[in-house]
T-cell receptor, first 113, second 116 residues
Framework: EDKVVQSPLSLVVHEGDTVTLNCSYE??????LLWYKQEKKAPTFLFML????IEKKSGRLSSILDKKELFSILNITATQTGDSAVYLC?????????????FGQGTILTVHP | SAVISQKPSRDICQRGTSLTIQCQVD?????MFWYRQQPGQSLTLIAT?????????ESGFVIDKFPISRPNLTFSTLTVSNMSPEDSSIYLC?????????????FGPGTRLTVL
């Protein structure tokens, strides 16, 4: 059974801090790893990673995948209160599981002013 | 990204009743999925909505409880039948676009269901 584990489960920081969120996975026939930000109901797409060692970057957010060690990290620099959200990691597999996402438990990030 | 809408955005229902949730996409998509997020939990896949055929359900989810329709490439419905308080969740549809070779998936705004 495919499995995704995120750590930490929650994190409280102050504005300006840098945070690193972790995601490890065990999946048969891995295709990609995706990061989402969830503030109210709908997860908002952040990144999709398919290749090891290639950093994806968007503003203050960046992410990288290690397919050998089966994990990914999401970095947020110079955090702002608007970064407060649940960050979800999901993996997508191929074969009969094509298109389906298996999610981790999420990391609750709270940024205080 | 695709523009996805869901109706209703929220509802409060009595136990034993049924609710149908609609998901509309602004363009044709290859795959549509329905997820559930119970309070304090992460997202769990309910089923893949197949166009023109029966949905494919994940372990623990059955058609009698969660009937799904997908009459075309831009629309799907999920019905939560004979509801109980344990069905109180956020229900989300997600889509994978036609023609992409990757697995980017986008989510609708969600339906927050409370069953009394």
């Amino acid at each position: 059974e495919d499995k995704v584990v995120q750590s930490p489960l929650s994190l409280v920081v102050h504005e300006g801090d840098t945070v690193t969120l972790n995601c490890s996975y065990e999946v048969t026939n891995f295709r990609s790893l995706l990061w989402y930000k969830q503030e109210k109901k709908a997860p908002t797409f952040l990144f999709m990673l398919t290749s090891s060692g290639i950093e994806k970057k968007s503003g203050r957010l960046s992410s990288i995948l290690d397919k050998k060690e089966l994990f990914s990290i999401l970095n947020i620099t110079a955090t702002q209160t608007g970064d407060s959200a649940v960050y979800l990691c999901a993996v997508s597999a191929g074969g009969t599981s094509y298109g389906k996402l298996t999610f981790g438990q999420g990391t609750i990030l709270t940024v205080h002013p | 990204s695709a523009v996805i809408s869901q109706k209703p955005s929220r509802d409060i229902c009595q136990r034993g009743t049924s609710l149908t949730i609609q998901c509309q996409v602004d363009s044709q998509v290859t795959m549509m999925f329905w997820y559930r997020q119970q309070p304090g939990q992460s997202l769990t896949l309910i089923a893949t909505a197949n166009q023109g055929s029966e949905a494919t359900y994940e372990s623990g989810f059955v058609i009698d409880k969660f009937p799904i329709s997908r009459p075309n490439l831009t629309f799907s419905t999920l019905t939560v039948s004979n509801m109980s308080p344990e069905d109180s969740s956020i229900y989300l549809c997600s889509v994978k676009r036609t023609g992409t070779s990757n697995n980017e998936q986008f989510f609708g705004p969600g339906t927050r269901l409370t069953v009394l």
